[in-house]
Nanobody, 122 residues
Framework: QVQLVESGGGLVQAGGSLRLSCAAS????????MGWFRQAPGKEREFVAA????????YYADSVKGRFTISRDNSKNTVYLRMNSLKPEDTAVYYC???????????????WGQGTQVTVSS
């Protein structure tokens, strides 16, 4: 089983940037497709981005495409989410996930972190 701990969240003005990190322990993340999801107040958790084992394949929600970049460093057992041009609608709790896969028209994951708050002020 893999444990995930996110960091890097915070308060930022619209147009600003943040980089989230997800440190894994318990198992090497090289065994997993990894992902980021987010949940805004009063809304369901939604897919943000995913990355394949080697980092060669990446996938993004339309709402973040061109602004967010997912990456991974398997040697550090860490996954990142670089977020640029942040908007107030990006405000949410961001969750790191391991064992991410397509489930129908959505994305699902086997393991989840506790989340880190990102707040974008206008």
């Amino acid at each position: 089983q893999v444990q995930l701990v996110e960091s890097g969240g915070g308060l930022v003005q619209a147009g600003g940037s943040l980089r989230l990190s997800c440190a894994a322990s318990g198992r090497a993340i090289s065994s997993y497709h990894m992902g980021w999801f987010r949940q805004a107040p009063g809304k369901e958790r939604e897919f943000v981005a995913a990355i394949g084992w080697s980092g060669g394949n990446t996938y993004y929600a339309d709402s973040v495409k061109g602004r967010f970049t997912i990456s991974r460093d398997n040697s550090k057992n860490t996954v990142y989410l670089r977020m640029n041009s942040l908007k107030p609608e990006d405000t949410a709790v961001y969750y790191c996930a391991a064992g991410t896969y397509r489930c129908g028209t959505n994305w699902c994951s086997d393991y989840w972190g506790q989340g880190t708050q990102v707040t974008v002020s206008s």
